[in-house]
C-alpha cells in the first residue's frame, strides 16, 4: 500500500515547467490519445504543470489538481494574449466620455449603435444589415467544432 | 525595455489626465515629450510633440470599439459585393472549418465568424474582430478544405494581428475617433463614417501592403498546419491562383506578387518544420460544397 502510493506520487511529480492552454477550449483526457475519455474542459490561458511529454501529448496537472493528457498544439509556453490587452483597455475606457453613448456589449443581437448609424449615413439596405447582424450572431458550439475535428480526423484525433 | 517605459509613460499621462480633466494637457503634453526623448525615443517625443488630444490617440484599439469598426466595415464589405450567399449548409461548413483554424489561432479568445459573399470574383477579405469574407468564386477555385483552411488561416491572421486597426490608427481620419472613442463616432457619425469607408477602401481597392499579406501567408499555414492540414496545399492553392488568367483584376490588385508570397510560405514550413500530413480532406470540401456552388 505504502508503495503504491509512493509510485503513484512519483508518477506525478510535475517538472517544474509550465504551460498555458493555447486553445478556446481543450480537452483533458485521461490517456494519450482522442479515444481515452475526457477529465476535464480547459479554458484558454489557464495554467498547467507539466509532468511529462510524450510525443504529441502532454501529461500535466491543472490549478485544480487534475492529472491528464492534453495535445501539444493545444498548449504554448507562452501565456495567450487576450483578445484586449491592458493598454487597449486602458484607452478604450479613457476614451469613454460619455458611457451612456456606448451600445450594449458585444454578442448582443442587432447592430451597434455607431454601425447603425453608419448603415443609414452609407445607405446600406434592410436585407444587407440583416445579413450582418445574422453573422454577429453567428455561433456554433464548441461541441459541435470537436465533432468536425474529429470526423476528420483533425487536431488530436489524427492517427 | 523602451515598451515597458512608454507603458509607464502613457499609464502616467493617463492618471494625469484623468484626476484634471483635460486641464493642463500642454504641460503633460511638454512633460511626455521629454520622458519620451530622454528614454531615446525620439520618434514617440516627436508624435507627441505633434499630437493634440494625444493620450487616447496613442493607445491601442479597445475590442468593444475594434467590434463595432468590424461590423461597420462587415455592413459596406457586403452591400459593395451585392450580399451573401445564403446557403446555410455550406455556410455551416466554412464556418466550422474557419472555427477549428481559429480555436489554436494567437487569439483564440474572440469569435470568429465567415460569410460567403455572392460574387464570382476570386477573393477574401477580413474585417477587424473577425468578420471574414470569402467569395462564391473563391470557393470554386479551392480543391480541398486544406486550402480552405489556409486561406481562413490567412485572413484569421490579418485579425489576430490587427493589420486593419493598424492601418486607421496610422491614417489622419483617425483623428477623434481613436481619442474619444466610440461616444465620439456615436455623436460625430460623419466622423466615424469617413474612417470606415477609408478603412473599406484599403481593404476593397487598395489592398494592404506587401508584409501584412506576407505575415498573414506565414500565420495562415502555421495556423491550418496547427490542426493538421498538410500546409503544402496553400502552396498547391497559390500556385494555381498565379496561374490563372487576369480576369479578375481586383484580386491581383489587393493581393499582389505570388513568387513572393510562395516563397514566404516555403520558407515558413520549412522554417516551422511544419508537416505535410498529407491532410487534405478533399472528399469532404466537394460533399459540402457540391451542389452548392
Request: hydrophobic share 20%; aromatic share 6%.
Given at each position: 500500500m505504502l508503495l503504491l502510493a509512493t509510485a503513484l506520487t512519483m508518477t506525478d511529480a510535475v517538472s517544474g515547467e509550465t504551460l498555458y492552454v493555447a486553445a478556446k477550449s481543450a480537452q483533458l483526457r485521461s490517456g494519450k490519445t482522442s479515444l481515452d475519455p475526457v477529465v476535464a474542459t480547459l479554458k484558454l490561458g489557464e495554467t498547467l504543470d507539466v509532468v511529462k511529454r510524450d510525443d504529441r501529448w502532454v501529461q500535466v496537472r491543472t490549478a485544480k489538481g487534475v492529472t491528464g493528457w492534453i495535445y501539444a498544439n493545444n498548449v504554448s509556453a507562452s501565456k495567450p494574449a487576450g483578445g484586449d490587452n491592458e493598454l487597449a483597455a486602458l484607452g478604450q475606457s479613457v476614451r469613454r466620455t460619455d458611457a451612456s453613448a456606448v451600445t450594449a456589449s458585444a454578442g448582443a443581437r442587432g447592430l451597434d449603435k455607431a454601425s447603425e448609424d453608419y448603415a443609414n449615413r452609407a445607405g446600406i439596405t434592410q436585407q444587407h444589415r440583416e445579413a450582418v447582424d445574422r453573422m454577429t450572431a453567428y455561433k456554433i458550439p464548441d461541441q459541435d467544432i470537436q465533432e468536425f475535428l474529429k470526423s476528420g480526423r483533425l487536431g488530436e484525433y489524427a492517427e | 525595455m523602451q515598451n515597458k517605459t512608454y507603458r509607464t509613460l502613457l499609464a502616467f499621462g493617463l492618471l494625469l489626465l484623468s484626476t484634471a480633466?483635460?486641464?493642463g494637457c500642454a504641460e503633460i503634453q511638454k512633460v511626455a515629450e521629454d520622458a519620451a526623448r530622454s528614454t531615446g525615443n525620439e520618434r514617440l517625443a516627436k508624435t507627441i510633440h505633434g499630437g493634440g488630444n494625444l493620450i487616447g490617440g496613442l493607445l491601442p484599439i479597445g475590442y468593444e470599439e475594434e467590434h463595432t469598426i468590424g461590423q461597420a466595415m462587415a455592413l459596406q464589405v457586403i452591400a459593395r459585393y451585392g450580399g451573401v450567399y445564403d446557403k446555410p449548409d455550406l455556410t455551416r461548413y466554412v464556418n466550422l472549418v474557419g472555427r477549428a483554424v481559429a480555436l489554436t489561432c494567437d487569439r483564440a479568445d474572440i469569435e470568429y465568424r465567415v460569410a460567403i459573399l455572392n460574387h464570382d470574383s476570386i477573393n477574401a477579405f477580413a474585417a477587424p474582430a473577425g468578420y471574414i469574407f470569402v467569395t462564391r468564386g473563391l470557393l470554386k477555385t479551392i480543391k480541398n478544405e486544406a486550402e480552405l483552411a489556409a486561406v481562413l488561416g490567412h485572413e484569421i491572421g490579418h485579425v489576430t494581428r490587427k493589420h486593419i486597426l493598424d492601418v486607421i490608427q496610422r491614417s489622419k481620419q483617425i483623428a477623434g475617433v481613436a481619442e474619444a472613442g466610440l461616444a465620439y463616432a456615436n455623436k460625430n457619425p460623419d466622423a466615424f463614417k469617413n474612417v470606415i469607408d477609408g478603412a473599406v477602401k484599403t481593404l476593397l481597392?487598395?489592398?494592404?501592403d506587401q508584409g501584412k499579406e506576407l505575415e498573414s501567408d506565414r500565420l495562415g499555414v502555421i495556423f491550418a498546419s496547427r490542426v493538421g492540414?498538410?500546409?503544402?496545399a496553400y502552396e498547391t492553392f497559390l500556385d494555381r491562383l498565379r496561374t490563372?488568367?487576369?480576369?479578375?483584376l481586383a484580386f491581383f490588385k489587393t493581393h499582389p506578387d505570388f513568387s513572393n508570397r510562395l516563397s514566404a510560405v516555403r520558407s515558413t514550413i520549412s522554417e516551422q518544420k511544419l508537416k505535410a500530413t498529407g491532410t487534405l480532406l478533399a472528399d469532404r470540401y466537394s460533399r459540402s460544397s457540391s451542389g452548392a456552388l
Open positions: - | 480633466g483635460l486641464t481597392d487598395e489592398g494592404l492540414y498538410d500546409p503544402t490563372l488568367k487576369g480576369d479578375d
